[in-house]
């Protein structure tokens, strides 16, 4: 780590691990301190050139749906203290939102999503990477009360693209990844001890570039 350039954290699991539970208590902990956070979800590829038909088959927990590309270049941007314009997803007409933010780079920048210990090149601008892992049947729970109360997903339309595409996904491409993580948490958002040392850790770089 140095102090000439931002500390990159990447927090992955599956999804409803508690992943972004974390990243946010993170956040949530320095509110007056140079951080930010990254979705790896923003970068969903642009699929204009499809129709809707053919966007509604989208594989989303799949390396190819994302534009890791986009993403190593802003990363690397960011790096540079230059500011990004982050895209937007538009997960209504699924596919990419002609909106931008413009996002300024910050001394600390979690990066957070299921696939990003997956590509090497991500992995390599880590400074640190945190896996979460959560029982199988925690985060299928999780899920679906998510999916139900926030998106207006049925429980039968939940658990089918669980069961085809979600859980084969996580075990193919997502579980593997664990082996590259520095720290690996479990139980997610309700493990108060690994946020705490997560959150010290974090308190001792802002001080190393105070």
Do not use: C
């Not at 007056?32 to 970068?43: A, G, R």
């Not at 664990?178 to 010290?200: F, Q, S, W």
Request: charged fraction near 30%; proline fraction near 4%.
């Amino acid at each position: 780590m140095t102090n000439n350039r931002p500390i990159i954290i990447g927090v992955t699991g599956g999804s409803g691990s508690g992943k972004t539970s974390i990243s946010r208590a993170i956040l949530d902990q320095f509110p007056n301190h140079s951080i930010m956070m990254l979705e790896h979800d923003s970068y969903y590829k642009n699929q204009d050139h499809l129709v809707f038909e053919e966007r509604l088959n989208t594989n989303y927990d799949h390396p190819f749906a994302f534009d890791t590309d986009l993403l190593i270049e802003h990363l690397e941007q960011l790096r540079r203290f230059e500011t990004i314009e982050k895209p937007v997803y538009d997960y209504v007409r699924h596919t990419r939102s002609a909106e931008v933010i413009l996002q300024e780079p910050k001394e600390v920048i979690i990066l957070e999503g299921i696939l990003i210990l997956e590509d090497e090149r991500l992995r390599n601008l880590m400074d640190i990477k945190i896996y979460v892992e959560t029982d199988d049947d925690i985060r299928i729970i999780r899920r679906i009360k998510r999916d139900m109360e926030e998106r207006g997903r049925t429980l039968d339309s939940v658990i089918d693209q669980y069961l085809s595409v979600v859980k084969p996904m996580y075990h193919q491409f997502i579980e593997p990844t664990k082996r590259y993580a520095d720290v690996i948490v479990p139980e997610g958002g309700a493990n108060y001890v690994a946020i705490d040392l997560i959150n010290t850790k974090i308190q001792s770089i802002f001080e190393s570039k105070a």
